[in-house]
């Protein structure tokens, strides 16, 4: 027989989304337990960065990123066509933090523990393959572990946080719309003397196989331990998107920054994988009845550089309050108040985002807002405030004007 237990807040998928809600609720002296699919095992290179409002978010919950090992970041030089742009991470109110470069492998470890820590019932090896509905409502899952043994658990809310992929979330009803632009993904690791250096690399527009520049970005994370992480990403709203071969980009990449960060491009620790990333709020919906979406599954990576564990969470802390809220009050009809927080918090970023994708698509405004902006430091400062999300209200910069045009814009285009 199958054993069954029982939980107020189940939540599918052990990433900084659903660890970000995890901590929380078992702070609040909620019963939670956490199903995650990996055994805790290193997963494939991601990007690893940490945007000083991710770290905020991590210092929130308990973390301590110097602790941890994280490797302090001041911020990004921006290269392109042989020229480089030193910009520091936004001076805004609302980051207390620098940036941080952390392995994804030690970040999630040290979530998983912090929930563990406050009470969660952290589950690793153990992957949700189907919700449990009840009259129409999701009142749990199936569990099937890594010993080949099964079980049930049951809860009053369930949260999907299982990534980019979302299976579980499809599972459920969730999709991506196909209009809305996703990125293209691919990263390693390499050894480098370098590794301890306080500025990444963020080269704008690397060239694919034909020598033009591509809509998206190749990066060096210096990460501290002895490697770098040296990756890059292609957005699909690139014009040419379908004759990029993602790890042969990565692959020429590499061999274009390695001199400069004394590596051997030859010697790749890992192996890439291409992944993709929904982006800009392109996944819905992010609610059901008794179950919200959050982070990757939910499609909330920045459209404007595909970094989405700042967005995670944030998520998992707003669904977190929102499920505080409905186990508090006891009432299911609180969960609606979700996505109105998620559009309120990014809607019209993420649709200025999407509007941008498609305009740097085409070669033209590319090549013309890379030659154009790499020769201005103050452009490529406001090109950093943008795409960090780090705009100050009612302030007259160059980045706020130039946002406040593309929202105005935004706000009369069609819903891509
Ligand atoms: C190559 C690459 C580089 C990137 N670089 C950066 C970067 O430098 N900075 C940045 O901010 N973002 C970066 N991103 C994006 C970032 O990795 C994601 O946005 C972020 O991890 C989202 O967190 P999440 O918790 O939503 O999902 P995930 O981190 O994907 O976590 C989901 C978890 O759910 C688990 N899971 C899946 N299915 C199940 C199941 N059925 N049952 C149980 N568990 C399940 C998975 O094992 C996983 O641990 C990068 C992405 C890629 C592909």
Known sequence: MTERSST?????GGGPAGCSAAIRLAAMGHQVTVLERSGGESPVARGDLLVPAAVDELVDLGLNLNALGGNAITGSRLWHGGRSVPVRWPDTRSSQSGGAVLRRSDLNAALRKRAVAVGADVRLGA?????????????????EYRDGSASEIGCRFLLVADGANSRFGRGLGTHRDRRWPYAISASTYVASERSTDSWIETSLGPSDANGHPVTGHGWVHPVGDGTLNVGVTVLSSYRDVRGVNI????????RSVAQRWQFDPAERLVEPVRRRTPVGGSVSPTMGATFLVAGDAA????????????AALATGRTAADVLNEALTVGNSTTLQRYPALLDEALGRYHKVGRLTARFLGRPWPLRTALTVGIRSDAAMGAAVRIATNELRDGEAGGAERAYRLAAIIARFAPSW
Request: avoid cysteine; aromatic fraction near 8%; glycine fraction near 10%.
């Open 8 to 12: 107020d807040v189940l939540v599918v």
């Open 127 to 143: 992957r949700a393959t189907a919700p449990t509905v009840e009259r129409g409502f999701v009142r749990g899952a199936s569990i």
């Open 247 to 254: 790890v042969k980009l990565l692959d020429s990449f590499a």
């Open 299 to 310: 499609g909330m990576a920045n459209p404007f550089n595909s970094h989405g564990v700042r």
